[in-house]
């Protein structure tokens, strides 16, 4: 192993390495070819380089300690087993990242990731002709994904139908140029009415968003909470929240009159569920449908809108 500390590069490929510090820390450069990983030259920080690299003597090195943690137990080789692919958590949580809303860091994903890292290296069978770096980033992957659906109080199946709701909702829109009926809803799903209800009730459990949560996925983009009616006003126009709102706007237009009445009056008028219901002489958990249906179709214009900005 080399003492001397250094960085590794390769112009011709347009790939860097990535070092990793004894905290688990990484540095990164380009890190990716297609779906390439290029992972090695660790850092222990105020100490010298313990560089790793998948070439020459460097690859015996490896293989020693695999080796050494596999057939002996050696502790100290695991370890250094992580720190040298501590960098594909770092690709994994960034690739995933760019998924999720911004309210959730992306260290916290890199935590998550750590431990899928560790439990692939446990089980990992040298013997199989499976490279380590595909195996593992599977692995890393799938501890995220199992803590992040552990941390969220909503069923994944609720989360599925919201999917399915909203993709259905945004189809029949961009067909008929018009939001479409229950009726129409329930002929494309393939379920009655009594079923769509189902559906809608179940789906108001996730009606709860946090204010943090961007309404767009540009880099500086307003939150719910920007939103919110504030007693100070700023020196300078929020822009992208005017022109969300003026979209709301346009959509609740085209909407039905009794989720443009929910909508009014739950939003801008401050009225509870309770309170509408009996307005419209229905129960709240029936204003609790119809301001789920309302918000799906919502989500589902904007996300045709903001496609049609892209194209």
Sequence with gaps: M?????????????????GADSSGRTETGDIETGDTVVVGGTRETGGPTNSLTSTGNDSRELERLWKLYKEEGDIHARDRLIIYYSPLVKYVAARLASGLPRNIEQSDLVSYGIMGLIDAINKFDLSRNVKFETYSMIRIKGAIIDELRALDWVPRSVRTKSKILEAVY???EG???RMPTDSEVCAELGIDEVELTDMLRDISLIGIVP???TLSHREEAATLGDTMADTDDGPLPMLEVKEVRETLVNIIKQMGSREKTVLTLYYYEGMTLEEIGKVLGVTESRVCQIHTKAVLQLRAKLTTARKMEVQ
């Design 211 to 213: 204010l943090d949560q």
């Design 2 to 18: 080399s003492h001397n500390k250094r960085k590794s590069s390769d112009s011709s490929n347009n790939t860097s390495a990535i």
């Design 175 to 177: 067909t008929l140029m």
């Design 170 to 172: 945004a189809k029949l």
